[in-house]
């Protein structure tokens, strides 16, 4: 029988190594996973479009032109085109057949103004003044399509109408935020309105000025001595 003096010799004697103990699943999983590198995602190339965009806003005047083609495309294309995808989606029973084809009208058109707006950014920021201000010139541009004047000699009152009609329109035709959709349109088209019951008239009481100025300028007398000169250098002139 082994007396307790020979267990403890036992146990003290370098030899003596505890048993490693098994490490958990868990234990093995976590270790696994930290000595693993995190894969880095793959940098998404641009497409053509938004390479020939960045290669554009890389200047001033690059910027500008990117603008103002921005402006002319909004008013003209993509933000009718957006109204009319929302506007049927909107009355649109969602138990009709096709009421999936309308839902993905809508977000083909909500797609295409996030990514215009996207790249847009991304290709301007060096040149941002220059580019909004083309940006200014191309919805101008794109503005002056006639969509109805008053007539010749019409009231202010008359003009002032037109005007809110003519600009209702023009904030109607702009894209607006697809998460914010008809509140955006709603003050996009009311601020059109305002600002063209505003202009209309004063476009037409600087139009009478200048025609009023313009007839005095016609009816003021010629000096004597002034169409005497151009008399005679015409004369002088002439073989």
Do not use: C
Request: overall charge negative; glycine content about 12%; hydrophobic content about 45%.
């Amino acid at each position: 029988m082994t007396d307790f003096a020979t267990l403890v010799q036992a146990a003290e004697s370098p030899d003596a190594s505890p048993a490693p103990a098994s490490a958990s699943p868990f234990a093995a999983m976590v270790n696994a996973a930290d000595s693993t590198q995190t894969p880095v995602a793959p940098t998404a190339t641009p497409g053509m479009g938004a390479q020939v965009a960045n290669a554009l806003g890389s200047s001033a005047l690059g910027a500008g032109e990117l603008g103002a083609a921005k402006g002319i495309a909004d008013t003209a294309i993509i933000g009718p085109a957006q109204l009319i995808a929302h506007g049927i989606n909107a009355i649109y029973p969602a138990s009709w057949p096709g009421s999936g084809a309308v839902q993905g009208m809508q977000t083909t058109w909500d797609n295409l103004v996030n990514n215009e707006n996207q790249t847009y950014t991304n290709a301007t920021a060096q040149h941002p003044v220059a580019a909004n201000t083309g940006n200014i010139v191309g919805d101008v541009a794109s503005a002056m399509v006639p969509t109805g004047e008053a007539a010749e000699g019409a009231s202010l009152a008359r003009n002032a109408v037109q005007g809110i009609k003519n600009g209702a329109l023009f904030g109607a035709a702009q894209p607006a935020d697809p998460q914010n959709y008809w509140t955006q349109k709603a003050l996009q088209t009311g601020a059109g309105g305002v600002g063209g019951g505003i202009g209309s008239p004063l476009a037409a009481i600087a139009g009478r000025a200048a025609n009023a100025l313009g007839m005095g300028v016609e009816k003021l007398p010629v000096p004597d001595s002034a169409e005497k000169v151009v008399t005679e250098a015409l004369n002088s002139n002439s073989p």
